[in-house]
């Protein structure tokens, strides 16, 4: 896995129906032994990973981050949050917290069962209203067009 030297293949969500669809494709994949994946972390990680920003968009986000921080990031959101969006999500950040980063040892099915378990929640009606603690208060569509955006997975 290395993503200096792999081409990453381009996946574009409209909604999390996609989502629900693609990580189905990506347990399949590793059933069958042909997942390949790209960058540092496996595929469960990816699926464990993205869990748990629906989760916090959802139940409130464990950790914050500096005032000059946060300014910065509300007076880009105020400019373009589209584009702040694709910063956030581009490969080979850093965590700010460790609260985002998966286990080491997860599985593609289990990462998958924790991501679907999440769309599960707003399937049934919940609302991603939490505030970021970058970009503050987002509404229910902003963080799905967020959740889509997120990185590819495989």
Same mark, same amino acid.
């Given at each position: 896995?290395?993503?200096r030297?792999?081409r990453?293949?381009?996946?574009h969500?409209?909604?999390?129906?996609?989502?629900?669809a693609?990580?189905?494709r990506?347990?399949?994949?590793?059933s069958?032994?042909?997942?390949?994946?790209?960058g540092?972390?496996?595929?469960?990680?990816?699926?464990?990973?993205?869990?748990?920003? %629906?989760?916090?968009?959802?139940d !409130?986000?464990?950790?914050?981050?500096s005032?000059? #921080? &946060?300014?910065?990031?509300?007076?880009? *959101?105020?400019?373009?949050?589209?584009?702040?969006?694709?910063?956030?999500?581009?490969?080979?950040?850093?965590?700010?917290?460790?609260?985002?980063?998966?286990?080491?040892?997860?599985?593609?099915?289990?990462?998958?069962? %924790?991501?679907?378990?999440q769309? !599960?929640?707003?399937?049934?009606?919940?609302?991603? #209203? &939490?505030?970021?603690p970058?970009?503050? *208060?987002?509404?229910h569509d902003?963080?799905?067009?967020?959740?889509?955006?997120?990185?590819?997975?495989?």
């Amino acid at each position: 896995m290395n993503g200096r030297i792999c081409r990453r293949r381009e996946v574009h969500l409209a909604n999390l129906d996609e989502l629900a669809a693609e990580v189905e494709r990506i347990v399949a994949a590793d059933s069958r032994g042909d997942l390949i994946t790209t960058g540092q972390w496996s595929a469960g990680q990816i699926l464990q990973h993205n869990s748990l920003l %629906i989760q916090f968009s959802l139940d !409130g986000f464990p950790f914050g981050v500096s005032w000059p #921080t &946060q300014l910065l990031c509300r007076l880009l *959101k105020a400019i373009s949050w589209k584009w702040l969006v694709r910063q956030a999500f581009r490969r080979g950040r850093q965590m700010p917290s460790p609260a985002l980063r998966p286990d080491d040892q997860i599985s593609v099915p289990r990462g998958a069962a %924790i991501l679907l378990e999440q769309l !599960g929640r707003i399937r049934r009606g919940e609302q991603m #209203t &939490q505030s970021s603690p970058f970009e503050g *208060k987002l509404t229910h569509d902003q963080w799905i067009e967020s959740t889509c955006s997120m990185p590819n997975y495989t």
